[in-house]
């Protein structure tokens, strides 16, 4: 059922070494691979059978469920909606992510468009991780699309990460807070080469007392290419703040757009970011310990995208 490549894959993109105990959806190659559900989490295909709806009930708590995604068909771009039905007083971790292994000229995709709706004083982490391979010359692309629905008092922290391999990605995040609800987001992408990756952010701050803390992290070598955009809009009383944080190798370029929207005299947001190289004192450090150049750059950058 998994060869050796499936395998590789989802250990890079789901840490799973075998298939997971709890409930999973694994798809391959535009199809459904295995699945499996628990008495607290269903998964059923939707109507249209372009995706999942997941549900988990209210009260859940300390599950998980994965839902990983793997190519390896030549010219195919799978496509996917997947919905996330997150019950009241909920706690659960879904782990995602799309691995892609290229072996021919033909180009390979995935764009997965996940919604969650999470209710009151649940609390979502989510965990996605983008990553390719293959000898293959073929363009491979990653479109993710998160959507967000924060009912009051509800948490969400997700965790996205492109580690590598992605030629061209295209991600969309938005986000509807509702009152004394909380939005956590800690972006990390990795390009080289002739890569590019765009990231398009705009998180709505609705309710009274509800908070978002916006991180991203890139890091460009070769000639490759990030734009980041981000937007706060606060409607209410509220906090909100945007990190940017890029290290340019090479002849790597970045651009980067944070953008503020006060609507509410109380409302309070702020905004940083940083664009630069590695510093040669961190460099001459780590190799006077005994790593080489390349090492020492590899040791900074794991650090600066953990």
Not at 48 to 63: A, F, M, Q, S
Not at 68 to 95: H, K, M, R
Not at 284 to 294: I, N
């Amino acid at each position: 059922m998994l060869d050796a490549i499936d395998k590789t894959l989802l250990k890079t993109v789901a840490d799973l070494e075998s298939l997971p105990k709890g409930a999973y959806n694994i798809r391959k190659n535009g199809k459904l691979l295995s699945r499996h559900v628990s008495a607290n989490i269903n998964i059923e295909t939707n109507a249209d059978e372009t995706g999942i709806i997941v549900k988990i009930k209210p009260g859940t708590k300390n599950e998980s469920v994965h839902i990983p995604v793997i190519l390896s068909q030549a010219g195919l771009y799978d496509v996917v909606y997947n919905t996330f039905i997150i019950g009241d007083d909920a706690e659960v971790t879904i782990v995602a992510g799309c691995g892609i292994h290229c072996g021919t000229s033909d180009p390979e995709g995935h764009a997965g468009i996940h919604e969650f709706k999470v209710g009151k004083n649940a609390r979502v982490t989510y965990v996605e991780k983008h990553y390719a391979s293959g000898e293959g010359k073929g363009r491979r692309t990653l479109n993710p699309t998160t959507k967000v629905f924060l009912a009051e008092g509800a948490h969400a922290e997700m965790e996205l990460t492109q580690i590598a391999g992605v030629d061209e990605a295209n991600r969309v995040n938005e986000a509807l807070l509702g009152p004394d609800s909380l939005l956590l987001i800690t972006e990390r992408v990795l390009t080289d080469g002739d890569q590019t990756a765009v990231s398009t952010n705009n998180i709505v701050l609705n309710g009274a007392g509800s908070r978002a803390n916006m991180i991203s992290r890139s890091v460009m070598k070769g000639n490759s290419r990030q734009t980041f955009y981000a937007t706060m809009d606060a409607r209410n009383k509220c906090y909100g703040h945007i990190e940017c944080d890029a290290i340019i190798m090479d002849n790597g370029t970045n651009e980067t757009m944070p953008s503020l929207k006060a609507e509410h005299p109380d409302a309070e947001l702020t905004h940083e970011a940083s664009i630069g190289k590695i510093a040669s004192d961190q460099l001459t450090k780590l190799m006077s310990l005994g790593l080489t150049y390349d090492q020492a750059v590899n040791r900074i950058i794991q650090g600066f995208l953990k």
